[in-house]
């Protein structure tokens, strides 16, 4: 019987994620290299060039898993949307605007989660995505996930995410399923 590695859940801040950006990076290009991401390194350096300034965002909190031997294995981050974020411009389908008003408090947008394909099935995301949420003061959580990635949206939907329309995330993306998860308070 082979042993397996333990991994420890940090959470950072803002500042905390901007040191590890390095950690970050490595899971997101290998994470999102695999389909149906697909994305090339042009991609991942486009998206290290959004995470300096989000890391800069009030409210910004980010997850970092790390193995026994201090490899990063998965990571989690998002920030509260302010009342003129463009994420309910992209959905397809317009939503009612008491869905879509926002005062920077009221939704948390949960911009990326990934684990490395060696640790998936290991409960890494759970702890990531419990991490990240653990303590937040908003209403909600909102998402794009790829249709096409199965384990992640069965994931999202175990935690009680639901669809509330699609979206196309950037110019050229494929279409995303938006998700919500309303939180209890």
Known sequence: MTQRMGFEVEFLDGVGAARAEGAF????AEVFAEPPYSETEEDAAATFRRFRSQTRKEGFRAALARAEGGEAVGMAYGYPLGPRTGWWD?????????M????GCRTF???ELAVRAGWRGRGVARR???TLLG???AERVLLNVHPEGKAALAAYRSWGYRKIGEARPWAGADLHDVLLLDLAH
């Not at 990076?25 to 997101?28: A, I, L, S």
């Not at 879509?100 to 005062?103: L, Q, S, V």
Request: aromatic residues 4%; without cysteine.
């Open 90 to 98: 992209r959905l397809t389908e317009p939503v009612p605007e008491e």
């Open 109 to 111: 947008g949960l911009m």
């Open 135 to 137: 303590g937040l003061d």
């Open 128 to 130: 990531l995505h419990g």
């Open 25 to 28: 990076r490595q899971v997101y």
């Open 100 to 103: 879509r008003r926002e005062d």
